[in-house]
């Protein structure tokens, strides 16, 4: 079997202390990190991760871990590849059975495969604003967490925003989805139609074929069809040949609204004056002088235990939304310790409870200084969603700002097509749904 572990990627600047945490003790909590950061879609990858292992590190350093818990990792390349996802999960979880955090993937192919796979092993599967959507209904999915929000929620959210630019009405206006042709990009088209059916606009879909970096016809038919708005869920190199496409035929930027994975740096920059004006939903916002991406330079970078040579990336869209994927596995691990035992590594199903028992208010975000990173999150057996809120943000042609607060999608419009998914499920799958009334905190 071709091994896709690279542990020298000297190529994509990342330091040693990628998988300087590989062994694993009592006194650690282990985080099989199933990434990418090579390939096409790798300089996203590595923001990310980077992101997410440097939060690690400050945990560590800062705290002495969890309570005294260290917070240990290993990393294993994937390059976006869903048959490499699946090895290095499977290379991964024997050092998972003794402590588990969330598996975070960044791929909406990879988490669909690892979803059968990941109950069985009762390891927690991480999906943050990625993945299975339907798995928001924890009673069929009890190891599977769409957290913070859904691709879905994520769509009804840019139509309520739309809606309101428009004066409350979408009566007779055109609205184009011009998506990814992957999971990733089919998730929101169910929403989007029952949005379409309930507010009477009329939707094209359009979808680009990966990578993406082709989209001359996508664009001749969007100069065709005339629409309002695009709604545009773009991944790597598909984001900024979009932007310099809208600019080709004339269609204005700010009628475009990416989604969280069209919405970063690595998105904007790279399509120069194109982008200017362009907006994307976002959980997170941008910038180094956010107080734990602030603190986070001052003790990791300045102690020498950065994950990322290339520091320009600190403060970025997607490098602080890997700080908040990391915050969030951190605080369920001292979830889980309040129940299980303080000072002891959680096992995966001790860290399946936590994830199913969150509650991050506003006031601890704020006292960790990620008030910005992270909208409130609640989650329960019957809900592994816990949030549903976006902000939108637009470019400057220098910097992302954000122009809304929270947004919620149509929760009574979408959940129960969750429900209706995750019932098929597990009739398809012989599951018999828990009973979320009978789950004790």
């Given at each position: 079997m071709k091994k896709s572990f690279k542990p020298a990627l000297a190529a994509v600047a990342v330091s040693l202390a990628l998988i300087s945490q590989s062994a694993v003790s009592a006194e650690e909590q282990f985080f099989p990190l199933v990434s990418y950061r090579v390939g096409p879609y790798g300089a996203n990858g590595q923001a990310f991760y980077g992101g997410f292992v440097d939060y690690l590190n400050y945990v560590n350093m800062k705290e002495g871990g969890v309570n005294g818990v260290k917070m240990a990792w290993e990393e294993c390349e994937t390059e976006y590849n869903n048959?490499?996802?699946?090895?290095?999960?499977?290379?991964?979880?024997?050092?998972?059975?003794?402590?588990?955090?969330?598996?975070?993937?960044?791929s909406t192919g990879i988490s669909y495969a690892l979803v059968d796979k990941a109950a069985a092993d009762k390891l927690p599967l991480a999906m943050m604003g990625y993945g299975r959507t339907d798995a928001v209904d924890g009673?069929?999915?009890?190891?599977?967490?769409?957290?913070?929000?859904t691709y879905q929620m994520q769509a009804s959210a840019i139509v309520r925003f739309i809606k309101d630019k428009e004066k409350g009405s979408l009566a007779g206006k055109k609205i184009v989805y011009l998506y990814h042709d992957s999971a990733y990009g089919k998730e929101a088209i169910v929403a989007l139609q029952a949005e379409a059916s309930l507010n009477k606009f009329e939707l094209t879909l359009i979808p680009v074929a990966h990578p993406g970096n082709e989209q001359g016809a996508q664009w001749l038919k969007i100069r065709q069809e005339k629409p309002d708005y695009v709604i545009f869920y773009g991944w790597g190199v598909m984001n900024q040949t979009g932007l310099k496409s809208a600019q080709k035929v004339g269609f204005p930027r700010d009628r475009i609204i990416g989604s969280w994975w069209a919405g970063s740096e690595e998105d904007t920059v790279p399509a120069g004056d194109a982008a200017k004006g362009y907006m994307a939903a976002t959980w997170n916002l941008a910038g180094k002088s956010l107080p734990l991406i602030a603190d986070i330079e001052k003790t990791v970078y300045g102690g020498g235990k950065g994950n990322l040579q290339d520091t320009s990336k600190l403060g970025t869209v997607l490098y602080n939304r890997g700080v908040s994927a990391a915050v969030l596995s951190v605080e369920a691990v001292r979830r889980a310790q309040e129940k299980f035992g303080k000072g002891k590594a959680m096992n995966g199903e001790q860290m399946r409870w936590a994830l199913e028992n969150l509650n991050i208010a506003d006031a601890r975000l704020k006292q960790i200084g990620a008030a910005d990173l992270l909208p409130e999150i609640k989650t329960s057996c019957a809900n592994h969603e816990g949030s549903g809120k976006v902000k939108i943000q637009q470019w400057d042609g220098?910097?992302?700002?954000?122009?809304?607060?929270?947004?919620?999608?149509?929760?009574?419009?979408?959940?129960p097509l969750f429900e209706a998914s995750a019932k098929q499920y597990a009739k398809e799958k012989g599951i018999t749904p828990r009973d979320c009334s009978k789950e004790k905190i």
């Open positions: 048959a490499k996802g699946v090895e290095c999960y499977e290379r991964l979880k024997s050092k998972a059975k003794a402590s588990a955090g969330p598996i975070h993937t960044m009673s069929v999915f009890p190891y599977a967490f769409p957290l913070v929000t220098a910097k992302w700002v954000p122009v809304s607060g929270w947004i919620e999608g149509n929760k009574a419009l979408i959940h």
